[in-house]
C-alpha cells in the first residue's frame, strides 16, 4: 500500500547504431517520483554498424545486451525489447537529447559522454554514526517457515532493562530501515524512540537484505509469523522488560494478527493500518490517487466498475484453475471493448492479460483482497493506539480509523486511542496534497508531531 510500482530498468535489455562514430560510454539520469537512477550505454562498432549494452549502476545491473542499436541523421535509437524500453534521441553538440520509454511512460532523459552525479537528496532527519545509544546487528528463527531473519536492535544503553517495540514494515519488500523513494522511516523512528529511553527491534523482511526466504509466495500471514519469531526472540533477552509492535500500513493489519493470539505483547501502534477489507481499501485508494493525479471522474468511475469486478471475481473464488480462466476472460473482454490506452504499447493483448492475471493472482494479493481485519482487532486486548495521516491516499482515515474504532469497541478493548493527525500523507510526512507522487520531493521522513504523539502513548504504557 506505500508501494508505488514503477517500472524502470529493473528488468532485462539489449541494442545497436549507425554512422559516425559514436562509439564510447553515454550516460544519462533518469528521474521518476524524486527516484534518481543512472543509466549507462555502452557502444561499440561492429561491421554491420554498432552494438550496446545497458548498465543500471544504481541497481546494479551491468553489461545488459541491447537488442537494436540504431543510427541515422543524428538520431539514436536503443531498444530493449524483453524490458519494452526504447530509447529515442538526437545527437547534439556531443550530448543525446532524448526520451526514455518503457511501459507506456515517457521520461526525459539525456545522455552525455562525461559521468553523471546524482544530486544529493536532503533527509535531514536520518542518524548519523556513531549513535548516543546501544546497537547490535542480531538473528532470529523463524520455526514453523524454517527461516533465520536478520536485523538490529537498538537500546536506549548496554547495560539496563527497558520496554521494546518490534517495527512491522508496510507491503512489499522491505528492509529494515524500510527504506523507500529516498526515505528510512524505520531507522528515523528507531532513533527517536530509543533516544527517549525505549528499545526498537527492527529487521530485514523475509528473502530481503540478509534476511532468508522467499518474499514473493508469501502473504500477511507468513509476515505474522516472522513477527511472532521477533516476539519470541526478544522474550530471550535478559534487556527487555514489556514488548509492543508498531506496525505502518501493512504492518498495522498484522500487528493485530499477533497481539490478539499472544499474552506476551503489552501494546500495539497502528501507523495507517487498515481497518476495512482489503477489497474495500484498494477500491479507494485507486479513486482518491487518481483523482489527486488529475483522471477525471468518468474515466475513474469506468475504472472502479473494472476493478470491483475484478476483486469480486477473487474474493468469490475458491478454485485456482476458474480464477485464472474467469479473470483471462474478463480482462480480455475489457479489453476488447475499451480504449487502446488501457494497456501499454508495445505488448500483445494475451501478454498484457497474462501479466495483470498473475498480480491479481499472487499469493500475496489474494490474501490481501479478501483479509478482513476487523474479527482480529475484536480480539486485541492490549492497549492500541491508532494514527492516521489527515490526507492519506493509501488508507483513508475516516473510514479505516472508524472501522479500527468499531472492531476494539465490539470486541470489549477499553484501552485504545483513536487519532487523525493533521496535513500528513500516508508516510507520516507534512505534506500538501496527499498524492505518493509527492513522496520522494519531501525532506521530512517522519513528522515530528507523530513521533512525539506515538511516544509519549508509548511512555504511558511502559511506566
Given at each position: 500500500?506505500?508501494?508505488?510500482?514503477?517500472?524502470?530498468?529493473?528488468?532485462?535489455?539489449?541494442?545497436?547504431?549507425?554512422?559516425?562514430?559514436?562509439?564510447?560510454?553515454?550516460?544519462?539520469?533518469?528521474?521518476?517520483q524524486g527516484i534518481q537512477l543512472r543509466v549507462v550505454f555502452n557502444v561499440s562498432k561492429?561491421?554491420?554498424?554498432?552494438?550496446?549494452?545497458?548498465?543500471?549502476?544504481?541497481?546494479?545491473?551491468?553489461?545488459?545486451?541491447?537488442?537494436?542499436?540504431?543510427?541515422?541523421?543524428?538520431?539514436?535509437?536503443?531498444?530493449?525489447?524483453?524490458?519494452?524500453?526504447?530509447?529515442?534521441?538526437?545527437?547534439?553538440?556531443?550530448?543525446?537529447?532524448?526520451?526514455?520509454?518503457?511501459?507506456?511512460?515517457?521520461?526525459?532523459?539525456?545522455?552525455?559522454?562525461?559521468?553523471?552525479?546524482?544530486?544529493?537528496?536532503?533527509?535531514?532527519?536520518?542518524?548519523?554514526?556513531?549513535?548516543?545509544?546501544?546497537?547490535?546487528?542480531?538473528?532470529?528463527?523463524?520455526?514453523?517457515?524454517?527461516?533465520?531473519?536478520?536485523?538490529?536492535?537498538?537500546?536506549?544503553?548496554?547495560?539496563?532493562?527497558?520496554?521494546?517495540?518490534?517495527?512491522?514494515?508496510?507491503?512489499?519488500?522491505?528492509?529494515?530501515?524500510?527504506?523507500?523513494?529516498?526515505?528510512?522511516?524505520?531507522?528515523?523512528?528507531?532513533?527517536?524512540?530509543?533516544?527517549?529511553?525505549?528499545?526498537?527491534?527492527?529487521?530485514?523482511?523475509?528473502?530481503?537484505?540478509?534476511?532468508?526466504?522467499?518474499?514473493?509466495?508469501?502473504?500477511?500471514?507468513?509476515?505474522?509469523?516472522?513477527?511472532?519469531?521477533?516476539?519470541?526472540?526478544?522474550?530471550?533477552?535478559?534487556?527487555?522488560?514489556?514488548?509492543?509492535?508498531?506496525?505502518?500500513?501493512?504492518?498495522?493489519?498484522?500487528?493485530?494478527?499477533?497481539?490478539?493470539?499472544?499474552?506476551?505483547?503489552?501494546?500495539?501502534?497502528?501507523?495507517?493500518?487498515?481497518?476495512?477489507?482489503?477489497?474495500?481499501?484498494?477500491?479507494?485508494?485507486?479513486?482518491?490517487?487518481?483523482?489527486?493525479?488529475?483522471?477525471?471522474?468518468?474515466?475513474?468511475?469506468?475504472?472502479?466498475?473494472?476493478?470491483?469486478?475484478?476483486?469480486?471475481?477473487?474474493?468469490?473464488?475458491?478454485?485456482?484453475?476458474?480464477?485464472?480462466?474467469?479473470?483471462?476472460?474478463?480482462?480480455?473482454?475489457?479489453?476488447?471493448?475499451?480504449?487502446?490506452?488501457?494497456?501499454?504499447?508495445?505488448?500483445?493483448?494475451d501478454e498484457f492479460v497474462q501479466q495483470q492475471v498473475e498480480q491479481i493472482t499472487s499469493?500475496?494479493?489474494?490474501?490481501?483482497?479478501?483479509?478482513?481485519?476487523?474479527?482480529?482487532?475484536?480480539?486485541?486486548?492490549?492497549?492500541?493506539?491508532?494514527?492516521?495521516?489527515?490526507?492519506?491516499?493509501?488508507?483513508?482515515?475516516?473510514?479505516?480509523?472508524?472501522?479500527?474504532?468499531?472492531?476494539?469497541?465490539?470486541?470489549?478493548?477499553?484501552?485504545?486511542?483513536?487519532?487523525?493527525?493533521?496535513?500528513?500523507?500516508?508516510?507520516?510526512?507534512?505534506?500538501?496534497?496527499?498524492?505518493?507522487?509527492?513522496?520522494?520531493?519531501?525532506?521530512?521522513?517522519?513528522?515530528?508531531?507523530?513521533?512525539?504523539?506515538?511516544?509519549?502513548?508509548?511512555?504511558?504504557?511502559?511506566?
Open positions: 500500500m506505500k508501494t508505488i510500482l514503477i517500472l524502470l530498468i529493473t528488468l532485462f535489455s539489449s541494442f545497436s547504431l549507425t554512422a559516425q562514430d559514436i562509439t564510447g560510454q553515454w550516460n544519462g539520469l533518469l528521474k521518476v561492429t561491421d554491420d554498424g554498432y552494438q550496446s549494452t545497458m548498465d543500471s549502476p544504481d541497481q546494479g545491473a551491468k553489461g545488459i545486451p541491447v537488442t537494436s542499436t540504431t543510427f541515422e541523421n543524428n538520431l539514436i535509437k536503443f531498444e530493449v525489447a524483453s524490458a519494452k524500453i526504447e530509447y529515442l534521441g538526437e545527437l547534439k553538440d556531443n550530448e543525446i537529447i532524448g526520451t526514455f520509454k518503457q511501459g507506456g511512460q515517457e521520461f526525459p532523459m539525456n545522455l552525455s559522454g562525461k559521468a553523471i552525479e546524482k544530486a544529493v537528496v536532503k533527509r535531514p532527519q536520518e542518524p548519523t554514526k556513531p549513535y548516543p545509544y546501544y546497537c547490535e546487528d542480531v538473528t532470529f528463527k523463524n520455526t514453523k517457515a524454517d527461516i533465520t531473519l536478520s536485523g538490529t536492535l537498538t537500546l536506549p544503553q548496554n547495560k539496563g532493562r527497558f520496554p521494546v517495540v518490534i517495527l512491522i514494515s508496510g507491503s512489499g519488500p522491505q528492509n529494515r530501515d524500510e527504506e523507500l523513494l529516498g526515505h528510512k522511516p524505520f531507522l528515523v523512528i528507531s532513533d527517536y524512540l530509543t533516544k527517549n529511553g525505549i528499545g526498537v527491534l527492527r529487521y530485514d523482511d523475509r528473502g530481503v537484505g540478509q534476511s532468508k526466504g522467499t518474499f514473493k509466495s508469501a502473504t500477511s500471514a507468513d509476515f505474522a509469523t516472522d513477527v511472532e519469531s521477533a516476539v519470541a526472540y526478544l522474550k530471550t533477552r535478559n534487556e527487555v522488560t514489556k514488548i509492543g509492535l508498531i506496525g505502518h500500513s501493512e504492518g498495522g493489519l498484522i500487528a493485530p494478527m499477533v497481539a490478539s493470539q499472544s499474552e506476551n505483547v503489552a501494546f500495539i501502534v497502528l501507523l495507517a493500518g487498515p481497518g476495512i477489507q482489503g477489497d474495500q481499501i484498494l477500491l479507494l485508494q485507486q479513486k482518491l490517487i487518481g483523482k489527486a493525479t488529475g483522471i477525471s471522474d468518468e474515466d475513474l468511475q469506468k475504472n472502479e466498475i473494472i476493478n470491483k469486478k475484478t476483486f469480486e471475481i477473487v474474493t468469490k473464488s475458491t478454485n485456482p484453475d476458474q480464477l485464472n480462466s474467469d479473470l483471462t476472460n474478463y480482462l480480455k473482454q475489457i479489453l476488447k471493448d475499451g480504449p487502446a490506452e488501457q494497456k501499454p504499447e508495445g505488448i500483445s493483448d499469493p500475496w494479493m489474494q490474501y490481501f483482497l479478501k483479509y478482513d481485519p476487523a474479527p482480529a482487532l475484536e480480539k486485541v486486548k492490549c492497549p492500541v493506539l491508532a494514527l492516521n495521516g489527515e490526507k492519506d491516499l493509501q488508507v483513508p482515515p475516516n473510514e479505516n480509523l472508524g472501522a479500527i474504532k468499531e472492531a476494539l469497541t465490539k470486541g470489549g478493548n477499553k484501552e485504545f486511542t483513536i487519532k487523525e493527525l493533521p496535513n500528513l500523507n500516508h508516510l507520516f510526512q507534512e505534506c500538501k496534497t496527499g498524492s505518493p507522487l509527492e513522496y520522494a520531493t519531501l525532506e521530512q521522513t517522519f513528522s515530528p508531531i507523530a513521533l512525539e504523539e506515538m511516544t509519549m502513548w508509548i511512555k504511558l504504557q511502559t511506566e
